[in-house]
């Protein structure tokens, strides 16, 4: 069955750095669409950034754009974003999730398969 593991998370001071893993399996890894979606207590889901490695696209929020790089490592089926320049605002449980970017007016947050999270924490 279609798995995704999330790691990576932890605590971390303001302008530091994290790289979030998500392992996959169950599913043809190189063809799919990855996204990261991000929950904040009380702001509910906030899509992140979604990357198609098969056409070699990816896709950011305006909150991260420029400090969040997502990418892929196909052969060891890994999904990955890398952090920089964090801020408190970033505090929040990051979810892998099968699927590219959300549409509708709002866009629909709504995918198959979710790993569990990993929380991030920026405090000093």
């Known amino acids: 069955e279609v798995q995704l593991v999330e790691s990576g998370g932890g605590l971390v001071q303001p302008g530091g750095s994290l790289r979030l893993s998500c392992a996959a399996s169950?599913?043809?890894?190189?063809?799919?669409?990855m996204s990261w979606v991000r929950q904040v207590p009380g702001k509910g889901l906030e899509w992140v950034s979604s990357?198609?490695?098969?056409?070699?696209?990816?896709y950011y929020a305006d909150s991260v754009k420029g400090r969040f790089t997502i990418s892929t490592d196909n052969a060891k089926n890994t999904l990955y974003l890398q952090m920089n320049s964090l801020k408190s605002e970033d505090t929040a449980v990051y979810y892998c999730?099968?699927?590219?970017?959300?549409?509708?007016?709002?866009?629909?947050?709504?995918?198959?398969?979710w790993g569990q999270g990993t929380q991030v924490t920026v405090s000093s």
């Open positions: 169950g599913f043809n890894f190189s063809s799919s669409a």
């Open positions: 990357i198609y490695s098969y056409i070699s696209i990816t």
């Open positions: 999730a099968k699927g590219g970017v959300p549409f509708g007016a709002p866009p629909k947050i709504e995918y198959d398969y």
